[in-house]
């Protein structure tokens, strides 16, 4: 079964700062790999995904994540963060061949300003 | 135009109550689903529809019955509610099975 953690629960950064928030997933084969964003208040939006190809992913914002098949990695990155990124982000891991979605339990960032 | 939307946006009820929420997407979308969120925003798959069939049905109490009138709507009809259900209950579609989704607004339920 597939499953995915996100081992930092809450970051704290002043502006301009880099990001990396953690993301692991446990299943041995292909997988699809998304980041969804949480601003306060509001819904999920996509920020990336991975699905093949190049593991270096560019996303909206100026986010990107790294696919690390050795080591079932797929860490955010943000080279400076402003106020506006303070939102919860998950992390979430599809198979292939299962028709289920997981997410982590999300990492809340609070940008300082 | 909105690409997922919900209703209502909050819903406040009385354990023991009936209600349903209503979710209705314009993207041509083949698949929807259920996901509630928790207060420490935990978010759990509830149900997938793809094209009006049920796929995915997570362990829900059965007082939880999704229905699909067609493949643009997807509703959440909840009996006998419960104080643990209080949550945020989203609707999502996408494309095919556990693609990208497209998340609606959200549905906060409070049961006191």
């Known amino acids: 079964a597939q499953s995915v953690s996100q081992h930092n629960h809450h970051v704290i950064l002043s502006e301009a700062a880099s990001l990396e928030l953690g993301c692991n997933y446990s299943?041995?084969?292909?997988?699809?790999l998304f980041w969804y964003v949480q601003y306060p208040g509001q819904h999920l939006q996509l920020l990336l995904k991975y699905f093949s190809g190049d593991p270096l992913v560019k996303g909206i914002k100026g986010f990107e994540a790294e696919f690390i098949k050795s080591k079932f990695s797929f860490n955010l990155r943000k080279p400076s963060v402003q106020w506006s990124d303070t939102a919860e982000y998950f992390c979430a891991v599809n198979a292939r061949g299962y028709q289920k979605v997981t997410f982590g339990t999300g990492t809340k960032l609070q940008v300082i300003p | 135009d909105t690409a997922v939307s919900q209703t209502p946006k909050y819903l406040v009820t009385q354990m023991g109550n009936d209600k349903s929420i209503k979710c209705e997407q314009n993207?041509?979308?083949?698949?929807m689903y259920w996901y509630k969120q928790d207060s420490k925003k935990f978010l759990k798959i509830m149900f997938s529809?793809?094209?009006?069939?049920?796929?995915i049905n997570e362990t829900v109490p059965n007082r939880f019955s999704p229905k699909s009138p067609d493949k643009a709507h997807l509703n959440l009809h909840i009996n006998s509610l419960e104080l643990g259900d209080s949550a945020v209950y989203f609707c999502a579609s996408s494309q095919v099975q556990a693609s990208e989704q497209y998340f609606g607004p959200g549905t906060r339920l409070t049961v006191t």
């Open positions: 993207l041509g979308h083949d698949t």
């Open positions: 529809y793809n094209n009006k069939e049920l796929i």
């Open positions: 299943y041995g084969g292909t997988v699809n």
